[in-house]
């Protein structure tokens, strides 16, 4: 990830401790929507560092309906903000609501919280509307001294979001995860790898590649990782991918110019 700049990590390291005491008092009160929408649009502005009057939209309107807060800038909406009240538990109806709205306005990101719990989706419309949680936080158990944390704190700064960063590290989970990795585990070029190195351990052993995949998959890879939805996501990508760089292949090999030999024998 980029580096944080020295006044965003100045930042969040005097602020997040404050609101933290905030949001801790304010789930004792169980205060309502309304004031944790109030506490929220101040995080906003103080810990993330948005401009409150420019940046930051409260009952952001979409097509007859409003979305609590939309963050702002000179280019577009860059995510939306679903806020519930403190004492809520998050759940499933909240974000449908939140990807909903965001769906109807071609928005990517969208943020469910209250106040405490901060879960960031990314919404896609593709055939259908869907949504991928991307990561989650508990606001309270956050240490703005971790360099993890701040870098995931950052993901939703103003610094960052001007950056692009949230997409940067969608990316990035997108291609480092398990299910990734699961289906690189059974392409040719890794099973070929083990055979070779079965070979280098047992001299003379007879074993082909079908028979390493096959142990590969019904014996080390959970089950999960390879028939669950982003399993079979993933290896649909990584096969797409293993198509197009075998055609790229040989459109490189039939453009590429014959020996000199090679000519003189078709003759």
């Known amino acids: 990830m980029s580096s944080i700049p020295t006044a965003v990590v100045k930042r969040l390291i005097s602020t997040v401790p404050k609101f933290k005491k905030i949001l801790a008092k304010a789930k004792e009160r169980d205060v309502n929507e309304s004031d944790t929408v109030t506490i929220i649009t101040d995080m906003l502005e103080e810990v993330f560092g948005f401009d409150k009057y420019s940046e930051i939209t409260r009952e952001y309107a979409i097509q007859g309906t409003y979305c609590d807060l939309a963050i702002k800038t000179r280019k577009r909406i860059e995510y939306l903000i679903e806020v519930k009240a403190i004492g809520l538990d998050l759940n499933d109806k909240h974000l449908k609501q939140a990807v909903n709205y965001a769906s109807r306005e071609g928005i990517k990101w969208v943020v469910l919280t209250n106040g405490i719990k901060w879960e960031i989706h990314r919404v896609t419309l593709e055939n259908k509307v869907q949504n991928e949680k991307l990561f989650v936080f508990d606001f309270i158990e956050m240490n703005p001294r971790q360099a993890d944390q701040q870098d995931l704190l950052f993901l939703l700064c103003k610094r960052g979001v001007q950056k692009d960063l949230i997409d940067d590290y969608y990316e990035y989970r997108q291609a480092v995860n398990r299910?990734?990795?699961?289906?690189?585990?059974?392409?040719?070029?890794?099973?070929?790898?083990?055979?070779?190195?079965?070979?280098?351990?047992?001299?003379?052993?007879?074993?082909?590649t079908e028979e390493i995949k096959n142990l590969i998959h019904d014996g080390v890879i959970k089950r999960e990782i390879l028939e669950?939805?982003?399993?079979?996501?993933?290896?649909?990508?990584?096969?797409?991918?293993?198509r197009k760089q075998e055609r790229a292949k040989k459109k490189v090999e039939a453009t590429a110019p014959q020996p000199k030999n090679a000519i003189e024998n078709e003759h």
Do not use: M
């Open 228 to 242: 669950s939805e982003a399993g079979i996501e993933a290896n649909k990508q990584l096969s797409k991918f293993l």
């Open 179 to 208: 299910y990734t990795v699961g289906a690189l585990l059974l392409t040719d070029s890794i099973t070929n790898v083990v055979r070779r190195e079965l070979r280098k351990l047992k001299p003379g052993i007879k074993v082909t």
